[in-house]
């Protein structure tokens, strides 16, 4: 195999783990890890790079995929999902090669005309395979395939499904197709010639030709949303059986972060102890990193299965969801143990490990509300920046207390209301389940032990909450949920209004003393004939979901008031707003509803008074693209990854939904923006959905600000590992470190995300990719430019940084390019990308002449990944433990109740001083700010 790679007689394409992935919904950094992971494979094995994209069983393409794969060094793409209609419509005007772009093409984006070469695209013949044993009827098909072809040399894929075993009808229908081959080429009365070719022979050839006889190809700047063959409409895999799975891909991108940290932090002390600066041997007693290596391989792979559309439910094929299921499960087992154990060594001590499990329940095992010992949790944050946010975990008792560093920090216990309908039994309080607020601050890429102590509290609190209902309660008191029952909840941002059915109403935005209309209603529809992969099938008018019975549960308290209605049988929704001032920019909205029955859709609608027209807008995990409505309900369903929003030109306003799941997005109508929850319950007529949403409603200005911000955040939420048993908290600091952190005092601007940190097994390598999350801003220049080598300055030293391609091989010197007739377009959606008119968080353009591999600079250009690979040494600050040294034991025992004394003083001075008392304070303050560890982010040069 090897040799006959090496003399071009037979090539890969694609590449990747899988062959071909859903570009509806795939996760960006799984489906680059999944290209990474195989590219690395085929450089080791065969010294090759596949050249060649081969996506040809994708239900639709998204105008994502020629961007990253051009990025990772592809010089041709194979599609073959389109619209039928288009289809038709390509072949009449000979458009079915041409240069697809993914930038704006619309007229009103001239002035900023792309100058990326684009990607040079073929859609492959529909027919895979021919009638071999006619070579009359075989030329003719190809003779009219030919005319729709702008060069007089036609690509003719041959396919045939190879089945496990030896499969003589493979075999024998080449034997076959060779013998016609054969008889072609020598009968002259054909005049064509065939020849055995791989694809790049092909492209290369075309190229030739092309230029020889001036030919130029159409470009393009849309998707091939919704596709649809034979009418079937497919805009994504809307399945309830999608949620674990995006929740797993962020979690494995956690892991292999940790997993490189925790290599690199015992290369480190295993260097100081031996004292050789250069050893790559590792104390696999202290560090499992190859067991733990093997686990995250191993869940890549399994996680990869479901980039493929054949990797989500399907109710026809229950077998093929029980392997799936399994995978999922062995995946999600494999990503927690590196998390759990990566986490573990970065706290240790010594040799000591802690037992720690991802969770999102701290148990104090009714360890009794007066014992003295604590539970630890760790709480880790994988962004790259610092983040300061209200948490929320699950406790068995209702009387703890949350500390941190030896001092109790705020908190708010809830009561969970249960709904149980029929047979008398009512709405009910869990006595051994509560919702614990508490707000935490986590610098970039760290960690932070809390403890969760039983006992009174000072600085907690526990809601009591207000039920209101229609129905009379024996057990709670309750009361009357009509007309009169005035129900809102308010912080400094919002007020939300709810209706005499305990539903939104309205929102109040505060700082405009503005009120507009927002509601909330779920629906269903009916499907025949369809499957869970297609949107084939909704019949008629959607229909709403009841509403009677309604009882609402209103909690207020110190960080957060909630408002949840229990409507219909078993269904709920709950809206959130956060008191603290680092949340409270947007709307929490957690939704459970069941479906109703069999061959079901449900879909929850929101309601505005925007003025928003047929257009609304959804994101491909980049971009966020202008979508219009269609007359059928399957065509106004379009794919997002995280985002989805209305907006009203007039008064500026913007409805924004982001959700923890990839998904469908449509605008029924003006002001409306709905969201499928699930798609067609075949196999599950009683299934049950659950949802998380965070809403903003903005002007564009303030949400063009930080919107991606709440992308991220949601994407990769802050995680709890808790120990598991309580344990004196002496004896636990004794054994672990309070924190680890990487960065120090650094962290990366909010508009760079830490896309990937990953180690390079067998080297001190690691792939280091980082990409710039902001659109780019119109008329400016908002690239960032990063000095890596002050970004890990206090751990370790960066000596090298090595540009790479996004799939982490060597970038491409010879492009294959083709002529562009840029006034030549083909038809279909060409879709129209937000462009900001501010620049949240963005920097001005830095003079790029120092950017270099030596002096470890990276210029970042809006919507870009940049891959680098860097080795990281042990920096003269020495090991970790050095590093985490928590109590500066070499002060003078006086300083400390010293410095109290003056925290004392400037406090005070600060509450309750006058004008003299301001003025004392002004120029501190001014020096504090003026400070360079304040003043300057090292890591933007």
Not at 187 to 204: A, M, Q
Not at 813 to 837: C, V
Not at 839 to 845: A, C, F, N, P
Request: hydrophobic fraction near 35%; charge should be negative.
């Amino acid at each position: 195999m090897r040799s006959i790679v090496s003399e071009g007689r037979f090539e890969f394409v694609g590449g990747g783990l899988i062959s071909s992935a859903d570009e509806s919904l795939f996760s960006k950094e799984s489906f680059v890890q999944q290209m990474n992971e195989g590219h690395e494979f085929l450089k080791k094995e065969f010294g090759y790079k596949p050249k060649i994209a081969f996506q040809m069983n994708s239900l639709g393409h998204s105008s994502l995929t020629p961007s990253l794969l051009h990025s990772m060094g592809f010089q041709s793409l194979m599609i073959s999902s389109i619209s039928s209609k288009l289809l038709i419509e390509y072949h009449k005007k000979k458009q079915l090669e041409f240069i697809w772009k993914w930038e704006d093409l619309s007229d009103e984006n001239k002035k900023q005309q792309p100058k990326s070469p684009g990607l040079f695209t073929h859609i492959a013949d529909s027919s895979s395979s021919y009638n071999v044993s006619n070579a009359d009827n075989v030329v003719k098909q190809w003779k009219d395939r030919a005319e729709s072809f702008r060069n007089k040399m036609l690509l003719v894929p041959w396919v045939e499904r190879i089945d496990a075993g030896i499969d003589t009808h493979s075999w024998s229908s080449w034997e076959s197709l060779d013998n016609l081959i054969g008889q072609i080429n020598s009968d002259g009365k054909y005049k064509i010639k065939v020849e055995y070719s791989t694809f790049s022979d092909y492209f290369l050839k075309l190229k030739s030709i092309s230029e020889t006889n001036h030919v130029g190809f159409p470009t393009f700047g849309g998707d091939f949303f919704p596709f649809n063959n034979s009418g079937m409409m497919h805009s994504g895999h809307f399945s309830e059986s999608l949620r674990g799975k995006r929740e797993l891909f962020s979690l494995l991108r956690h892991a292999q972060l940790l997993h490189t940290l925790a290599k690199h932090e015992s290369e480190l002390f295993d260097r100081i102890l031996s004292g050789e600066s250069n050893s790559t041997s590792l104390n696999e007693s202290k560090f499992p990193y190859e067991e733990l290596q093997s686990r995250l391989n191993n869940a890549t792979w399994d996680l990869s299965m479901f980039l493929d559309q054949n990797g989500y439910e399907d109710p026809q094929f229950p077998i093929s969801l029980e392997f799936h299921e399994n995978l999922l499960a062995s995946a999600k087992s494999n990503v927690e143990k590196a998390l759990e154990d990566s986490t573990s060594f970065l706290h240790s001590k010594g040799e000591s490990k802690a037992s720690l499990h991802y969770t999102s329940e701290l148990k104090l095992l009714n360890n009794g509300e007066t014992s003295t010992q604590c539970l630890p949790f760790i709480v880790s944050n994988p962004l790259g920046w610092s983040r300061d946010e209200i948490i929320k975990v699950i406790v068995d008792i209702p009387n703890v207390r949350v500390e941190v560093d030896y001092s109790e920090i705020q908190s708010q216990v809830n009561p969970v209301f249960t709904r149980m309908m029929g047979n008398n039994k009512e709405n009910i309080v869990q006595d051994d389940h509560y919702e614990l607020y508490f707000e935490a601050r986590i610098s970039a890429l760290s960690s932070k032990t809390f403890f969760l102590c039983p006992g009174e509290t000072e600085w907690g609190e526990i809601a009591t909450p207000k039920i209101y209902t229609k129905t009379v309660h024996r057990t709670l008191s309750a009361h009357p949920l009509d007309g009169n029952s005035k129900i809102s909840i308010e912080n400094s941002k919002f007020r939300l209004d709810f209706n005499g059915d305990g539903l939104l109403d309205s929102i109040h935005d505060n700082a405009q003393s503005k009120s507009h209309h927002l509601s909330v209603q779920f629906y269903e529809y009916l499907n025949k004939g369809s499957t869970g992969t297609k949107l084939d099938g909704m019949q008629g008018t959607e229909s709403p979901v009841s509403h009677l019975k309604n009882t609402v549960i209103v909690t207020k308290g110190v960080l957060v008031h909630k408002v949840t209605t229990f409507f219909g049988n078993e269904n709920w929704v709950s809206f959130s707003l956060y008191t603290s001032d680092s949340d409270f920019g947007f709307i929490q909205v957690e939704q459970s509803v069941k479906v109703t029955g069999k061959d079901r859709s449900l879909a929850v609608r929101f309601s505005t008074d925007l003025s928003s027209g047929n257009i609304f807008w959804t994101d491909d995990g980049f971009r966020m693209m202008e979508r219009a409505r269609s007359k059928s309900i399957e065509g106004s369903y379009l794919p997002y990854y995280s985002t989805s929003f209305i907006q009203d030109k007039k008064t500026h306003r913007q409805f924004t939904i982001i959700s923890d799941q990839s998904g469908g997005a449509s605008s029924p109508s003006s002001g409306s923006l709905e969201v499928m929850l699930y798609h067609c319950a075949r196999r599950n007529s009683d299934k049950v959905v659950y949802k998380n949403f965070r809403i903003l409603f903005e002007n564009f200005e303030e949400t063009e600000e930080w919107f991606r911000i709440n992308q991220l955040r949601m994407e990769h939420p802050i995680r709890v590992l808790a120990s598991i048993t309580p344990i004196d908290r002496l004896v636990w600091n004794d054994k672990y470190w309070g924190s680890y952190s990487p960065l120090g005092f650094a962290e990366l601007p909010h508009d760079v995300h830490l896309f990937s940190l990953k180690a390079i097994e067998g080297s001190d390598d690691a792939i280091l990719q980082l990409v710039h999350v902001h659109e780019p801003i119109e008329g400016k220049d908002n690239s960032v430019y990063l000095n890596t080598g002050h970004l890990f300055a206090e751990k370790w030293e960066i000596l090298k940084q090595t540009n790479r391609g996004l799939s982490a091989q060597e970038e491409e010197n010879n492009p294959l390019t083709f002529s562009i007739l840029d006034f030549e377009k083909l038809s279909g959606y060409q879709n129209k990308f937000q462009r900001l008119k501010i620049g949240g968080g963005h920097r001005d353009h830095h003079d790029n002449s120092n950017a270099s591999e030596e002096n470890l600079g990276l210029i970042l250009q809006p919507l870009r990944i940049k891959t680098v690979i860097i080795r990281l040494l042990s920096s003269p600050f020495g090991s970790p433990e050095f590093d985490l040294i928590e109590e500066p034991s070499f002060l003078p025992s006086f300083i400390f109740p010293a410095l109290a004394a003056l925290l004392l003083l400037l406090l005070f001075l600060f509450k309750f001083g006058r004008k003299k008392g301001k003025k004392l304070m002004s120029p501190t303050i001014q020096r504090i700010r003026n400070s360079p560890l304040l003043k300057k982010n090292p890591i933007l040069g």
